[in-house]
């Protein structure tokens, strides 16, 4: 049966970084798949400015969603690095409200839990995300949605990407849909050639020639992204005897519910 899976992320790659192998599979499975990108990514550059930078995102966040096989994303715009200080409770509204819009059967974002994130828009969509999941079924949590025909909605599945091997209870094959995601991730030329020029000037800073190390790949990058993400997808897949593989922190129903269920969440 056709589910529907709503993406909610800070920016316009995350999708791709972390779950993009996942979207993949779940498009290829039939699944309908929404991203929503809550930032404009409009800070995270070496050679534009904010206006230009946010039109360039845009522009290949909607092509890598297509490259994935996901809808056109949903772009709320809010000011990239600014995320923690939008009023309280903004981004948990327009959560809640996407959820009953979409009435997503799964939800992907990113885990509150994982207490060692330094970004303050992935804290904050985090924690809006898995405050607007877990409650947006009670009728009673922003009732004026109700006036607009948006019914509560409970979400039955929600895959928490974490980089915390320690929180990770659900590894996702993705052996074959990583070519998807890296090709995806590739759309991301102006993010990308940032993240790789960011670790090249630490990578200086530090002493380092990461040319003589890692050898002509290091001034491609969008091979040297290919290759971090096949890496890091190794490593993870690698623990549950896959070639490749996506970490979740999965949730499913209330424990008693799980327990009443035998436990299992596959």
Same mark, same amino acid.
């Given at each position: 049966m056709s589910k529907t899976v709503l993406v909610l992320t800070p920016h316009p790659d995350d999708a791709e970084v972390f779950a993009g192998g996942t979207i993949a599979k %779940?498009?290829?499975? *039939?699944? @309908?798949?929404?991203?929503?990108?809550?930032?404009? *990514?409009?800070? *995270?550059?070496?050679?534009?400015?904010?206006?230009?930078?946010a039109a360039i995102r845009r522009e290949e966040a909607t092509? #890598?969603? +297509?490259?994935?096989?996901?809808?056109?994303?949903?772009?709320?715009?809010?000011?990239? /690095?600014? /995320?923690?200080?939008?009023?309280?409770?903004?981004?948990?509204e327009q959560f809640v409200r996407l959820i009953r819009q979409y009435k997503p059967d799964i939800?992907? !974002?990113?885990?509150?839990l994982y207490l060692a994130e330094v970004h303050p828009d992935h804290r904050a969509v985090a924690r809006a995300a898995s405050d607007a999941v877990h409650f947006a079924h009670l009728p009673l949590f922003?009732?004026?949605? %109700?006036?607009?025909? /948006?019914?509560?909605?409970?979400? +039955?599945?929600?895959?928490?990407?974490?980089?915390?091997?320690a929180g990770a209870n659900k590894i996702v094959d993705i052996t074959e849909t990583i070519e998807k995601k890296? #090709? !995806? %991730?590739?759309?991301?030329?102006s993010q990308v050639r940032f993240l790789v020029e960011e670790v090249v000037r630490q990578a200086r800073l530090a002493g380092?020639? /990461? @040319? +003589?190390?890692? *050898?002509?790949?290091?001034?491609?990058?969008?091979? +040297?992204?290919a290759w971090a993400l096949r890496s890091e997808a190794a490593q993870i897949g690698q623990k549950a005897g896959f070639a490749y593989g996506e970490a979740f922190r999965y949730v499913r129903f209330h424990p008693i519910v799980e327990t009443l269920l035998g436990g299992s969440t596959n």
């Open positions: %779940m498009v290829a499975e *039939g699944h @309908r798949v929404v991203i929503v990108i809550a930032s404009s *990514g409009n800070k *995270g550059s070496f050679e534009y400015d904010a206006d230009t930078l092509r #890598a969603a +297509a490259v994935l096989g996901a809808e056109p994303p949903v772009f709320l715009e809010h000011p990239d /690095l600014e /995320l923690d200080r939008l009023p309280p409770g903004v981004l948990r939800v992907i !974002a990113e885990d509150p922003h009732p004026e949605h %109700m006036d607009e025909g /948006l019914e509560p909605h409970l979400v +039955a599945e929600k895959y928490f990407y974490t980089p915390d091997p890296i #090709a !995806a %991730m590739a759309e991301h030329k380092l020639d /990461l @040319r +003589a190390m890692l *050898g002509p790949m290091v001034e491609d990058p969008a091979a +040297a992204t």
